[in-house]
T-cell receptor, first 113, second 114 residues
Framework: DQQVKQNSPSLSVQEGRISILNCDYT??????FLWYKKYPAEGPTFLIS?????DKNEDGRFTVFLNKSAKHLSLHIVPSQPGDSAVYFC????????????FGKGTKLTVNP | KAGVTQTPRYLIKTRGQQVTLSCSPI?????VSWYQQTPGQGLQFLFE???????NKGNFPGRFSGRQFSNSRSEMNVSTLELGDSALYLC?????????????FGPGTRLTVT
């Protein structure tokens, strides 16, 4: 039973445009969400996180939106750059700070010059 | 500040052997988590240690075990290796501050079981 789902295995966008990566979850106990970027042969790199008490968090070119009623979150990257090309993972945790993260299977983003 | 380090980076073992992987967290981080990444299952949580105690555990068989030392360094052990244990094993350390936390991952250990 996949509790965190990233339904798009891949996404391709043009440099300078917006990239929108989506993530859905089923466990209503999740209250903290994180996005990671991963290059091949490297560990995931933390990008941005959001607590369930918020519906938006912004950090530079990255913005995460959380819709609790729909159990949906999205990561917006504006403007997209070729260096953003990587696999993006959505992760969730429950119980307000548990270190056990449940990951989606990732979306491969390709930003074309 | 140095990041999370993992040793070795690559390892080849044969079925039935055992293996020990090591992780050094970011200085000051007391929580260390381990994850397994495979193409089919993605990133799956193995276990988490905090102050030398296992605090969380994922759904893996007892062949997978770990421990944490007083300096927060952690090791994970897999006994009686199976072909399906071939994966990238990732260690992450985390720090909780005011309800906000981030997990920082190491580069991983690529284990190949033949």
């Amino acid at each position: 039973d996949q509790q965190v789902k990233q339904n798009s295995p891949s996404l391709s966008v043009q440099e300078g445009r917006i990239s929108i990566l989506n993530c859905d979850y089923t466990n209503s106990m999740f209250d903290y969400f994180l996005w990671y970027k991963k290059y091949p042969a490297e560990g995931p790199t933390f990008l941005i996180s959001i607590s369930s008490i918020k519906d938006k968090n912004e950090d530079g070119r990255f913005t995460v939106f959380l819709n609790k009623s729909a159990k949906h979150l999205s990561l917006h990257i504006v403007p997209s750059q070729p260096g953003d090309s990587a696999v993006y993972f959505c992760a969730a945790s429950a119980q307000g700070g548990s270190e056990k993260l449940v990951f989606g299977k990732g979306t491969k983003l390709t930003v074309n010059p | 500040k140095a990041g999370v380090t993992q040793t070795p980076r690559y390892l080849i073992k044969t079925r039935g052997q055992q293996v020990t992987l090591s992780c050094s967290p970011i200085s000051g981080h007391r929580s260390v988590s381990w994850y397994q990444q495979t193409p089919g299952q993605g990133l799956q949580f193995l276990f988490e240690y905090f102050s030398e105690t296992q605090r969380n555990k994922g759904n893996f068989p007892g062949r997978f075990s770990g421990r944490q030392f007083s300096n927060s360094r952690s090791e994970m052990n897999v006994s009686t290796l199976e072909l399906g244990d071939s994966a990238l094993y990732l260690c992450a350390s985390s720090l909780v501050q005011g309800g906000h936390y981030e997990q920082y991952f190491g580069p991983g250990t690529r284990l190949t079981v033949t």
